[in-house]
Nanobody
Framework: QVQLVESGGGLVQAGGSLRLSCADSGGTLRNYVMGWFRQAPGKEREYVAA????????FYTYSVKGRFTISRDNATNTVYLQMNSLKVEDTAVYYCARRAAPGPYYSPSQYDYWGQGTQVTVSS
């Protein structure tokens, strides 16, 4: 059974860093393409970072390019999102998700399993 669990969120000052982790207790994560999304209050869920369907490339939404890095450790069945130079506008609940189909990597509809989310709050 797939169960994605995010951790690593918290309160940080602008300019600070956090590393989010996403683990799958079912041990399947290493076999799938993963992505990170976020949702701020009153806004729709938006894509943040993702692996390509082949796993060989990474993609980032424009606002986080150069600041966030998605990575994975198949040995521990974990996906990470390293977030540096955080801004107030990065405040949101962050979700990891498992991609089900080779469609647009930025579309939530392409992902079939989601974690419960972890809150990231960046203060000014």
């Amino acid at each position: 059974q797939v169960q994605l669990v995010e951790s690593g969120g918290g309160l940080v000052q602008a300019g600070g860093s956090l590393r989010l982790s996403c683990a799958d207790s079912g041990g399947t994560l290493r076999n799938y393409v993963m992505g990170w999304f976020r949702q701020a209050p009153g806004k729709e869920r938006e894509y943040v970072a993702a692996f390509s369907w082949s796993g060989g490339r990474t993609f980032y939404t424009y606002s986080v390019k150069g600041r966030f890095t998605i990575s994975r450790d198949n040995a521990t069945n974990t996906v990470y999102l390293q977030m540096n130079s955080l801004k107030v506008e990065d405040t949101a609940v962050y979700y990891c998700a498992r991609r089900a189909a080779p469609g647009p990597y930025y579309s939530p509809s392409q992902y079939d399993y989601w974690g419960q989310g972890t809150q990231v709050t960046v203060s000014s």
